[in-house]
């Protein structure tokens, strides 16, 4: 056991979040906006491109979530999962800001686009399954993984300050695709560094080899299980439109130059870092689910004087309020979902963590359907087709994208949470 945590630190543990979210979140900030204001590629495309990947995501999450709870070696059930899918996801990142000039912005683009918008996602998909996996089993007591979440949640919050906040400083000296190249060297060297550092417990690799069948039934019959995932998945949907807002916020409705993205989007992260402490140590104090539904209202609240705010400095200001509503979600999450995989262990003898979270990954990734929605109305009621044809009211297409929609999608989320019930005092 001595060597176990020898291994399992939780600095280290938590490096991984902090590579997956540098590469990540610049691919999810600013894949639209690099296609339709750097290439051409209209909203519509890409409304049809996601409407594609979800549908190949309602097949890919489930699989690799059970075929990781089947996995059986001496290096663990996830080690082996996570070696093969980071170098995809990282390759496919670097290649989707690298479309050959060839292409044009016809049909080859599009094909382009689809294919490595799947390409990463899938490889993305795998390796946040089989890393979210590991927190229920790596530290078993309830404060040792809030530490060990609370640490990973901060390292992501860093990452998204490099992966978001500093992108479009970086790339007005050296281009989008020089950027992804060195980020993406990076997030990998940073994972595989930490994937290194964790040991898996001999024990749980070594349990019974759940059923597909039985394991989907559990999860269809398990009423906190699709409560927490919709109210995930409109969480989700939330910060999907955020962070692709940001930079036509910064450019349409305020009138700035791209640069001052890296300020608006700073000011969120940035303050996101210091509250995670507090909301760690709330959780601690009060228990994650109340904690939880305070997080997802505090957020929603805190979205609605962005649509008054007409220059960038108070911009910031509520930015500061919207990044504290972003840690303490995110503070939860997980810590969330480790108590339905830890309630259905306790029910039913087996351990099916990656089930657990790709069942919950799959419905919130259903979240780019929503962004497609969203793109589309764009298109519909603004007539916002490209950034050659940003229509007549860009300004309040992206106020709409950015505030309105977020708004009324993390009410919900907050109303599904008060629904959530665990049988025991202590889990609650």
Not at 199 to 208: A, L, N, P, Q, V
Request: include cysteine; glycine fraction near 8%.
């Amino acid at each position: 056991m001595g060597k176990t945590k020898q291994y399992n630190r939780p600095w280290r543990y938590a490096l991984t979040m902090f590579g997956l979210s540098i590469a990540g979140y610049m691919y999810t900030t600013y894949g639209t906006y690099f296609y339709t204001e750097q290439i051409g590629l209209t909203m519509s495309a890409i409304a049809l491109a996601n409407v594609i990947y979800a549908i190949w995501d309602a097949f890919n999450d489930p699989i690799a979530g059970y075929l990781s709870d089947r996995t059986r070696t001496r290096f663990g059930r996830r080690k082996p999962w996570l070696l093969v899918s980071v170098p995809v996801f990282v390759i496919a990142s670097i290649l989707f800001f690298s479309p050959p000039a060839a292409l044009g912005t016809g049909v080859g683009l599009v094909v382009y686009f689809t294919f490595f918008l799947m390409l990463t996602e899938t490889g993305n998909t795998i390796s946040t399954v089989n890393y979210h996996s590991l927190l229920p089993e790596l530290y078993r007591d309830e404060k040792k993984r809030n530490q060990a979440n609370s640490l990973r949640q901060a390292m992501q919050l860093v990452g998204m300050i490099i992966g978001v906040s500093l992108v479009p400083s970086i790339t007005s000296k050296i281009g989008y695709q020089m950027t992804a190249l060195i980020l993406g060297i990076l997030s990998g060297a940073l994972i595989l560094y930490s994937i290194l550092g964790c040991k898996e417990r001999s024990d749980f690799s070594h349990s019974k080899q759940p059923g597909l069948l039985s394991s989907l039934k559990a999860l269809a019959a398990n009423r906190n299980f699709w409560l927490v995932s919709i109210s995930h998945f409109f969480y989700q949907s939330t910060s999907g439109l955020l962070l692709a807002g940001i930079p036509f916020y910064i450019k349409y409705t305020l009138g700035l130059a791209d640069q001052n993205a890296t300020f608006l989007s700073a000011s969120v992260f940035v303050s996101a870092i210091p509250a995670m402490y507090l909301w760690y140590r709330l959780i601690n104090r009060i228990g994650t689910l109340k904690c939880w539904r305070i997080a997802l209202a505090w957020l929603c609240l805190s979205l609605v004087p962005m649509y008054f705010i007409h220059a960038l400095l108070p911009a910031c200001l509520c930015g500061v309020l919207v990044g504290i509503g972003i840690a303490g979600v995110t503070a939860n999450l997980d810590m969330v979902n480790s108590k339905l995989i830890e309630d259905d262990a306790r029910r039913n003898g087996l351990r099916r963590e990656a089930t657990f979270f790709a069942g919950i990954s799959f419905i919130t990734r259903l979240s780019s359907l929503t962004r497609s929605g969203v793109f589309m109305l764009m298109f519909a009621l603004f007539a916002f087709e490209s950034g050659d044809r940003p229509g007549p009211m860009p300004g309040m297409a992206a106020r709409f994208m950015m505030i309105l929609f977020p708004i009324g999608l993390m009410a919900l989320s907050f109303l599904c949470s008060l629904f959530v019930r665990f049988k025991t005092r202590e889990a609650e």
